[in-house]
């Protein structure tokens, strides 16, 4: 049985479509959500819903019961993130699950991204917890800078502050593929790896500006802002005040390379190239 923590969101929602077109049978899949009623398309499909929330820790340990692997999807709850992930390690350990998988970022023990600091004490408390585990490190998504391009057609112009930063991200779903992958493999096989995942090409945002100009047919450029004015920019417009600090932040550190890697691990593990960024983009143009 594998459980899937986080399944109602974007990424855990993928990793159970990727699991099930690989053949894995619904009944072997549980489906951890904060709030099953959001789940019930998954339940259809004749996937297991288990209530889990890593704030009640008490629920993790009903989610996990007869778990064989378990996937820890990143809490998205900044600040919060390494004691909730501390809570799923410690029911996973007490299920006695054969292998636990986590979703990182890209090299996270040397990264100076600040969303960084909490994955590298989530590994650091795996690493800790005699548990057998692997980590997903997964690079940067696609759709991360997909979200910017309605204000930027509105605006006519697209702003950062990565410089000329190579980003070698790839799409939502390779990453879940990717999960799936690992997830279906022998857990012996798996556990101790770490898996440093990225796309390619890497692009820059200047880059991406002028492929949204020729899709668009109107000409946006890439302005590089400074990190603090760029997130007053953000804050500006509605962004929650960490959030805006993380974007401002993860470009600045993009600009110095952080955000960019090899594809060879994403390839080898989903047996083909990851999504094309400029695919994505004329896609959500399309749409």
Request: charged share 15%.
């Given at each position: 049985m594998i459980v899937i923590t986080g399944a109602t969101g974007q990424l855990g929602r993928l990793v159970i479509q990727s699991?099930?077109?690989?053949?894995?049978?619904?009944?072997?899949?549980?489906?951890?959500?904060?709030?099953?009623?959001?789940?019930?398309?998954?339940?259809?499909?004749?996937?297991?819903?288990?209530?889990?929330d890593y704030e009640q820790p008490e629920t993790l340990e009903t989610a996990f019961a007869g778990a064989e692997k378990v996937l820890l999807i990143s809490s998205s709850e900044l600040g919060r993130r390494a004691a909730q992930h501390r809570a799923v390690i410690d029911a996973a350990r007490a299920a006695g699950v054969a292998l636990l998988a986590y979703t990182s970022v890209l090299r996270a023990d040397t990264s100076e991204l600040g969303l960084a600091g909490e994955h590298r004490e989530t590994e650091a408390m795996?690493?800790?917890?005699?548990?057998?585990?692997?980590?997903?490190?997964?690079?940067?998504?696609?759709?991360?800078?997909?979200?910017?391009?309605?204000?930027?057609?509105?605006?006519?112009?697209?702003?950062?502050?990565?410089g000329a930063g190579r980003i070698a991200s790839a799409a939502r779903a390779d990453y879940a593929a990717a999960a799936?992958?690992?997830?279906?493999?022998?857990?012996?096989e798996q556990a101790g790896r770490v898996h440093e995942l990225a796309g390619a090409p890497a692009w820059t945002l200047a880059e991406f500006a002028a492929e949204l100009s020729r899709l668009s047919g109107r000409g946006i450029p890439y302005q590089d802002l400074p990190?603090?004015?760029?997130?007053?920019?953000?804050?500006?417009?509605?962004?929650?005040?960490?959030?805006?600090?993380?974007?401002?932040?993860?470009?600045?550190?993009?600009?110095?390379?952080?955000?960019?890697?090899?594809?060879?691990?994403?390839?080898?593990?989903?047996?083909?190239?990851?999504?094309?960024?400029t695919a994505q983009l004329a896609a959500a143009l399309s749409a």
């Open positions: 699991l099930l077109e690989r053949g894995a049978s619904p009944a072997s899949l549980v489906a951890a959500v904060r709030q099953p009623a959001r789940a019930a398309d998954l339940a259809a499909l004749g996937v297991q819903v288990r209530q889990a795996l690493a800790a917890s005699g548990l057998p585990h692997v980590v997903l490190r997964n690079g940067w998504y696609t759709e991360n800078y997909l979200a910017s391009v309605p204000a930027a057609l509105q605006h006519g112009v697209l702003l950062g502050s990565a799936a992958a690992v997830l279906l493999a022998p857990a012996a990190p603090a004015e760029y997130q007053g920019i953000l804050a500006g417009a509605g962004l929650p005040g960490p959030l805006a600090e993380l974007l401002a932040d993860s470009d600045a550190c993009a600009s110095r390379g952080a955000l960019d890697g090899s594809d060879a691990a994403l390839r080898a593990l989903i047996g083909r190239p990851a999504t094309l960024w």
